[in-house]
T-cell receptor
Framework: DAKTTQPPSMDCAEGRAANLPCNHS???????VYWYRQIHSQGPQYIIH???NNETNEMASLIITEDRKSSTLILPHATLRDTAVYYC???????????????FGTGTRLQVFP | KAGVTQTPRYLIKTRGQQVTLSCSPI?????VSWYQQTPGQGLQFLFE???????NKGNFPGRFSGRQFSNSRSEMNVSTLELGDSALYLC???????????FGPGTRLLVL
């Protein structure tokens, strides 16, 4: 089962910031938070990941709460092309044979409107 | 650097047939994972290969199998196809097993 909970859908006006929340209350100390998005019928696209510090790259920012039980993906200036399903995934980063897989939940369907 | 490529992109088969899908990882990546995506079950992990060895396997029947070659290219095979095997099959590669996975465009399989 997925270890994350996300709202099923969100809307965002073009040009505004899109803030996508994710709850991962059972996260362990060595588990990373990953974000992917999937535009209809395409392969998931990697966005960003983090362990405990906030992260930023050219696509988005990731804010992780101090207790690491939740995080927020921020798309600073959403465009119509950002319309997609966004998946928040908790992934263990160890050499344990049972941890090298991504367990996808149902994600958040973000609709960016003009 | 080229991304993950999957062939074929689309495939139509009939029940009882078998199918082989191919995945070429990003150059230098040694880990390849396979996922199945259906409207009802979402994205589900099938298996992962690293250095030609299966390291991890999801909860799928034995009809689903895979292998990895010395150049890290991977194939997955589904035997005795069922209607429920209709899905988007996704391949993802990473440098090491624990590193970020990058997905290919997928192979859409339709079983009639």
């Amino acid at each position: 089962d997925a270890k994350t909970t996300q709202p099923p859908s969100m809307d965002c006006a073009e040009g505004r910031a899109a803030n996508l929340p994710c709850n991962h209350s059972t996260i362990s100390g060595n588990e990373y938070v990953y974000w992917y998005r999937q535009i209809h019928s395409q392969g998931p696209q990697y966005i960003i990941h983090g362990l405990k510090n906030n992260e930023t790259n050219e696509m988005a920012s990731l804010i992780i709460t101090e207790d690491r039980k939740s995080s927020t993906l921020i798309l600073p200036h959403a465009t119509l092309r950002d319309t997609a399903v966004y998946y928040c995934i908790v992934r263990v980063s160890t050499s344990d044979n049972n941890t090298d897989k991504l367990i996808f939940g149902t994600g958040t369907r973000l609709q960016v409107f003009p | 650097k080229a991304g993950v490529t999957q062939t074929p992109r689309y495939l139509i088969k009939t029940r009882g047939q078998q199918v082989t899908l191919s995945c070429s990882p990003i150059s230098g990546h040694r880990s390849v994972s396979w996922y199945q995506q259906t409207p009802g079950q979402g994205l589900q992990f099938l298996f992962e290969y690293f250095s030609e060895t299966q390291r991890n396997k999801g909860n799928f029947p034995g009809r689903f199998s895979g292998r990895q070659f010395s150049n890290s290219r991977s194939e997955m095979n589904v035997s005795t196809l069922e209607l429920g095997d209709s899905a988007l099959y996704l391949c993802a590669s990473s440098f090491w097993s624990e590193e970020t996975q990058y997905f290919g465009p997928g192979t859409r399989l339709l079983v009639l």
